[in-house]
């Protein structure tokens, strides 16, 4: 491909993840806002949040083997018009149903956005130029979450949420265009079978798990009703294990958890990020609820997390170099947890010893972040490397569904026992719901316990969100 029009395609995927990354944080801080235009009260918005990055975890699986089969090209330009023509719905919606319909569509085509992306990066760049460009595409990608919370706040205070998705409408024209043009339209040779079953029992369980975790807190469900739902998604992803072991070409293949690292680093990255999904969505309710803080207040309080967050990343490969993988882990969890439940106090600091604690904080879980990420995918072989990747793309997407969801069954939970009437209710509420996502997280710290302890090394790969 010719230098000019290979640095059109980086461009391209590059604003892709920009787009994608953005609106993962963009709207956490619009929420008290979108629920006094919608009628609705800001703890019940959470399923604004879950239907984009549930959806998310549903579709990763299956868009390598869209692009295999229906080309890099269709499948990209696809992404862009079903994330357009979602951005256009939320900006229209009415309703809160509608608003989480439409959320629904944006992470179709946010799916799609990044693993697509990377494999057209894959398949076009030189050998010699691809850390290059894989680390040019990514800075947009991580610029995204970085601002993402400020400018959600300065828009809703500026203008109304709707421009918060309205903005996306002139980039994705733009990108759709440019794709068109400049876009390869790779296809496999042969795409082989998708493993639909695979597929529909792990969406189907990944989808049961998160509304019987929601069930009581939004949803209305009697407890039966709850609990056959969470009974149905751990049959059904034990039923994937069985079906895996006997298909040839399984979805995931189970040689995967052969690998000691692989199977820590995912089941940490699960459990782990259940509290560093909730936080993004939980701070913004704090201090705009809790504390009264105007929605641009509220977003700037954010770039203490952010750039303690990149700062922190550049002594992770010293950190484990000298004390290994599992000390780091360990004790950072721990670090994190405890960062976390230190929220429960914060309405009671000065502004200053608050914006300290963001971020610390935010330096703590990019550190918790780089490890995480590393130690789970250093063994990965180039046989396992493609099908590892999608997987641990798709428990990163899944675990932050799950921290906003159990986020908001615990908030709603507290308010009904201590009220919701006066601040200091609501603040008390805030307070247990920290001190609880603190302590689940501290427990995750057991599971890279099991790692090694003679582990070190390794590139810390970046990730979309880490400041989290």
């Known amino acids: 491909m010719e230098p000019a029009r290979l640095k059109v395609l980086l461009w391209i995927v590059a604003v892709g993840f920009f787009m994608q990354t953005l609106d993962s944080t963009i709207v956490n801080t619009a929420l008290p806002s979108m629920a006094r235009s919608l009628g609705e009260s800001p703890l019940n918005m959470h399923s604004v949040v879950i239907a984009y990055s549930l959806t998310m975890a549903m579709l990763i699986p299956a868009s390598g083997w869209l692009a295999d089969r229906f080309g890099t090209r269709t499948v990209f330009l696809g992404a862009i018009v079903l994330f357009v023509a979602g951005s256009l719905a939320c900006a229209n919606s009415q309703t809160l149903m509608q608003l989480v319909a439409a959320r629904v569509v944006q992470g179709a085509g946010g799916a799609m956005l990044l693993p697509v992306g990377r494999l057209v990066v894959l398949r076009n760049v030189p050998r010699d130029q691809f850390l290059a460009a894989m680390s040019f595409v990514a800075i947009p990608g991580l610029i995204g979450p970085l601002i993402g919370p400020t400018l959600g706040g300065w828009m809703v205070q500026a203008a109304s949420w709707h421009w918060i998705f309205l903005i996306n409408v002139p980039v994705g024209i733009v990108g759709a265009a440019m794709t068109w043009l400049y876009m390869p339209d790779n296809r496999a040779v042969s795409a082989g079978r998708f493993d639909m079953v695979g597929y529909l029992m792990l969406?189907?369980?990944?989808?049961?798990?998160?509304?019987?975790?929601?069930?009581?807190?939004?949803?209305?469900?009697?407890?039966?009703?709850?609990?056959?739902?969470?009974?149905?998604?751990?049959?059904?992803?034990?039923?994937?294990?069985?079906?895996?072991?006997?298909?040839?070409?399984?979805?995931?293949?189970?040689?995967?958890?052969?690998?000691h690292t692989y199977t820590v680093g995912l089941l940490g990255n699960l459990f782990a990020r259940i509290g560093s999904g909730a936080m993004p969505f939980l701070l913004p309710l704090l201090l705009q609820i809790g504390l009264g803080r105007t929605p641009m207040e509220a977003g700037m309080m954010m770039l203490p997390v952010a750039a303690m967050a990149m700062t922190a990343k550049r002594i992770v490969p010293a950190l484990i170099e000298r004390h290994g993988y599992r000390r780091v882990l360990v004790c950072n969890t721990i670090l994190v947890g405890s960062l976390m439940a230190s929220f429960s106090v914060s309405p009671s600091l000065p502004l200053w010893a608050m914006l300290i604690q963001l971020g610390l904080y935010g330096g703590a879980n990019s550190i918790q972040f780089t490890a995480m990420n590393t130690v789970t995918l250093?063994?990965?072989?180039?046989?396992?490397?493609?099908?590892?990747?999608?997987?641990?793309?798709?428990?990163?997407?899944?675990?932050?569904?799950?921290?906003?969801?159990?986020?908001?069954?615990?908030?709603?939970?507290?308010?009904s026992y201590f009220g919701r009437a006066t601040p200091a209710e609501a603040l008390a509420a805030f307070r247990a719901t920290f001190l609880c996502i603190g302590l689940i997280t501290c427990a995750s710290a057991w599971i890279f316990w099991q790692l090694a302890p003679g582990i070190r090394g390794g590139k810390a790969p970046t990730e979309p969100g880490e400041a989290g």
């Open 203 to 259: 969406s189907v369980g990944m989808v049961a798990l998160s509304f019987s975790l929601d069930g009581v807190a939004e949803l209305g469900m009697e407890r039966a009703t709850v609990l056959v739902l969470l009974v149905f998604s751990f049959a059904l992803i034990i039923a994937y294990g069985l079906h895996a072991q006997r298909r040839p070409d399984p979805l995931f293949p189970l040689s995967l958890f052969r690998i």
């Open 378 to 415: 250093r063994d990965l072989d180039a046989a396992g490397a493609g099908s590892g990747n999608s997987l641990f793309s798709m428990v990163q997407m899944l675990s932050m569904s799950l921290g906003v969801t159990v986020a908001g069954a615990l908030l709603a939970a507290f308010s």
